[in-house]
């Protein structure tokens, strides 16, 4: 009965009905349920996210799916972006390319994260997919103008074309004029990456004005401040713009003509860049504050009344970042005005300042917290913290999802009572049910982490640093936090104990990155061998790890599940510890 | 209460990788299963000398607390922490972790002894010569660094910064990093400029980072590519030019 019922709909239909369902979780769900629905579920997945490039091999990912249509890719660790990967690490897309030219032929999208990517990658885009539509390259490096040239001249329909946080090569600024007179598809063009001789700014005007569907625009630092109204007046139907720099003289007429370029931009919601902001030109942003959702005026070295000044504008704003000029004072009127208020990001202004250059505290936080009840999303750097006001802030806020607090001082305890803030972050997980992102910092035992293997059962991605006494910290996240996909430690004394007591639950996770801490090289080696579903590898810059004795802990350890065995592309300063690959290079 | 690990206690120097079996350990377990299934291993128990660790940093009695971290704030309690901890104090070799925490060897020290090569480089080292202390924090990414350099006043003297306001020439200003290639090695690497201010500390850097031995350092010459796309032996200038035009570095075998 039940077999008749699994083929009473033919493949067309389910086909049909899968087309509706578009999340990879379901994807993956529908492909479980028997072989029937699987075999036509991966003919017709048309999306992949692959969320760690070394996971699985591009030929597995081709055989299972033959019809792709739009790809995304993560290299890197997340700590890459604080320089505790070495350079040459990995990561690179040019295989994954080379081997989805000839698969996939319509592939028309790719969006990667931290991967290396060169010109070599980026000439072969842009001869083998006729579709090619949209190319994210977020925070990669490796590749510069004369690649960004062939995909604008070959990509005859690009709708995206997203560098947002990469590393170019600037070899040339006339990549921008490759662009064929023909191409009227872009919708959306991030080069806020660029340094400063690297666009040609009469090729950018031409374009922006025969793409009528442009609606996401980021200008990069060069592009200078008069020029911003040619281009807004070219572009009114922008929805996300970027300006370069905001800096002039103030000049009556330049001032007029930028506010009204600014005011006649009907859908504008989302504003960034401002780099060197002369606050007397900000009101010219007056008019289109009230519909602002999103401002990110993290380059902006404004002070706090001119900040405040802006922000009381914007009652409509959902996204705000910020440097910390911002101070206690102006996230408090944030806190009264903009009650839609879901993401926060406060950025340090002299992180390496020893003492504080601005009059921003734990206080400014709790301001927004008490004002803003829809707030989801935190990062907050900051010099002092106390149990206290992370209490307050986590029964004020208990929908947040993501919080990152970031206290610049290794291992500051409480100012107030000079304790631990584990009951604060304890607090945090408690109260927020729904949290999914935490970065700790402060002085912190391992009581913090028994709270969060606890409470923090949604918790997915967990960052850890100078914090713990011992393995027991380790041990209470690895065995309690249920969801946790990443885990990465630095500088923490979490040894070989509780790594190989949950040994298991690394194969649940993404990844886990352990620097500075005390895994010793055999405990390296045992997981490797005993545990044949993950690729373990030592990052070690100075001298292979087996010329030391086997309990010496390791500099850097990257543990993750993978079903495509250890990679091929390791540099002489990663060892793999699987069995099967020769430790010594 | 304290959770008890069903872990074997290694017997010094080593760690008995034997008694591990880890394929006897299916899912992970509960907390509450763990203490039950310490059939297998003998208990691991936190001994007296760590809870009074603990009673120092749970409870909440000021006094304790305020003892333990009161002089010089963060740094007392870094020193506790490491010394105390109770995996360290076993008899096999001590990681370089605790010695670190000592370690206050100037970050721009380009001594090349060998003993100090070790320590700078060690797999442990928290310091590293980044010129700003702690590598990687606090934890912002790189091109966000340079924001504080510029003059945070709003008023019309906030002049248009140039984009190499670090002193490096003709690149972009998010980073003080050059790539450096060595002949020969198909991977090139980065170095951060900022941190060095002689050719012969930066030679002894690179020297160190691609591995060559300090017997014969005439083998290898160092050469730039400056902005105009030439390259130039770097011997040749001075390191103020040096530093303002170059793009990027090239180790060659130097013939004859």
Avoid at chain 1, 413 to 424: E, I, K, R
Avoid at chain 1, 535 to 545: A, F, G, L, R
Avoid at chain 2, 23 to 41: D, I, K, Q, V
Avoid at chain 2, 114 to 138: C, M, Q, R, T, Y
């Amino acid at each position: 009965m039940q077999k008749e019922m699994a083929y009473s709909f033919p493949d067309e239909v389910l086909k049909h009905v899968f087309s509706f369902i578009q999340s990879d979780k379901d994807r993956n769900a529908v492909s479980l349920v028997c072989k029937s629905w699987y075999e036509i579920e991966r003919w017709c997945r048309r999306k992949v996210f692959i969320g760690n490039c070394y996971a699985v091999s591009p030929r597995m990912v081709i055989r299972r799916f033959p019809e792709v249509r739009s790809i995304e890719l993560k290299g890197k660790p997340h700590f890459a972006d604080f320089n505790l990967v070495p350079d040459g690490w990995g990561g690179y897309v040019l295989q994954w390319i080379a081997e989805m030219a000839g698969a996939y032929p319509w592939l028309g999208e790719i969006r990667l994260k931290r991967m290396v990517v060169t010109d070599e990658s980026l000439e072969l885009i842009a001869k083998s997919f006729k579709n090619f539509k949209v190319l994210v390259l977020f925070s990669c490096e490796g590749f510069s103008t004369d690649g960004l040239a062939a995909i604008a001249a070959s990509c005859k329909n690009l709708r995206e074309l997203d560098l947002r946080e990469s590393e170019v090569d600037d070899l040339s600024g006339h990549w921008l004029a490759q662009f064929p007179e023909t191409c009227t598809s872009l919708v959306s063009l991030n080069i806020s990456c660029l340094g400063s001789d690297e666009v040609s700014f009469s090729a950018l005007e031409r374009l922006v004005d025969r793409c009528p569907n442009l609606r996401s625009l980021q200008l990069n630092r060069a592009v200078t401040l008069d020029k911003i109204a040619n281009i807004l007046r070219r572009a009114p139907q922008l929805v996300d713009f970027g300006t370069g720099n905001y800096a002039a003289e103030l000049q009556p007429d330049v001032f007029s003509n930028l506010a009204g370029a600014f005011s006649s931009c009907k859908e504008l919601k989302s504003l960034s860049g401002f780099w060197d902001v002369v606050p007397a030109y900000l009101p010219a942003l007056y008019s289109i504050c009230p519909r602002l959702t999103s401002l990110n005026l993290s380059y902006a070295t404004i002070q706090s009344p001119d900040l405040i000044k802006l922000v009381s504008h914007c009652p409509r704003l959902q996204r705000l970042l910020v440097l910390d000029y911002v101070e206690d004072s102006g996230l408090e009127e944030l806190a009264s005005s903009c009650k839609d208020l879901q993401e926060l990001r406060v950025f340090p202004s002299d992180p390496f300042g020893v003492e504080p250059n601005v009059s921003l505290t734990e206080q400014g936080l709790v301001a927004v917290s008490l004002g803003c009840p829809k707030l989801q999303s935190v990062l907050y750097f900051c010099r002092r913290m106390s149990n206290a006001a992370l209490v307050t802030i986590a029964q004020n806020c208990p929908n947040l999802t993501r919080f990152r607090l970031c206290i610049i001082e290794p291992k500051t305890p409480d100012y107030l009572t000079l304790d631990p803030l584990d009951a604060g972050f304890g607090a945090i997980v408690e109260h927020c049910k729904d949290l999914r992102r935490l970065s700790l910092s402060g002085l912190l035992t391992d009581h913090v982490f028994e709270y969060i293997g606890t409470y923090g059962k949604k918790l997915e991605m967990l960052s850890v640093a100078f914090a713990g006494d011992s393995d027991l910290g380790l041990h209470h996240v690895l065995s309690g936090c249920e969801s946790l996909r990443k885990l990465e430690i630095r500088d923490c004394p979490f040894g070989d104990k509780a790594l190989l007591a949950n040994a298991a639950k690394l194969e649940t996770m993404r990844s886990l990155w352990m620097s500075s801490c005390a895994v010793s090289f055999g405990a390296c080696k045992l997981l490797g061998q005993k545990m044949p579903k993950l690729n373990v590898e030592v990052i070690d810059e100075t001298e292979p790890p087996d010329s030391r004795p086997e309990s010496y802990p390791v500099d850097k350890l990257y543990i993750y599940k993978s079903v495509a065995g250890p990679r091929f592309d390791m540099p002489p300063f990663v060892w793999s510890m699987d069995e099967a690959v020769k430790i010594l290079h | 209460m304290e959770l008890q690990l069903g872990l074997a206690l290694p017997p010094p120097p080593l760690i008995p990788i034997e008694t591990f079996d880890l394929n006897s350990y299916g899912n992970y377990e509960t907390r509450e299963a763990l203490g039950s299934n310490a059939l297998s291993w003998p208990l691991l128990k936190l001994g007296p000398a760590d809870n009074d660790i603990n009673n120092i940093h749970h409870h909440s009695s000021s006094s304790s607390s305020s003892s333990s971290c009161s002089s010089g704030g963060g740094a007392g309690c870094k020193k506790r922490s490491f010394d105390e901890a109770p995996f360290f104090d076993e008899k096999r070799n001590v990681p370089k972790t605790l010695h670190l925490l000592l370690w206050t060897n100037q970050p721009n020290d380009e001594d090349d002894d060998p003993s100090n090569v070790l320590h700078e480089n060690s797999s442990s080292a928290i310091f590293k010569n980044d010129g700003e202390g702690l590598v990687g924090w606090p934890p912002v990414k790189t091109w966000r660094k340079k924001v504080h350099h510029q003059i945070p006043n709003g008023g019309a003297e906030n002049n248009r910064l140039p984009a190499v306001e670090n002193g490096i020439g003709g690149r972009a200003s998010k980073s003080t990093y050059v790539k450096v290639k060595m002949e020969g090695v198909p991977i090139a690497r980065k170095i951060d400029l900022s941190v060095h201010h002689s050719f012969e500390g930066l030679t002894n850097t690179l020297m160190r980072m691609f591995g060559i031995s300090d017997g014969n350092p005439k083998i290898f010459k160092l050469t730039y590519q400056d902005r105009e796309g030439d390259w130039l032996l770097a011997e040749d200038v001075p390191w103020r030019t040096f530093i303002c035009s170059l793009k990027c570095l090239k180790l060659i075998r130097s013939r004859g």
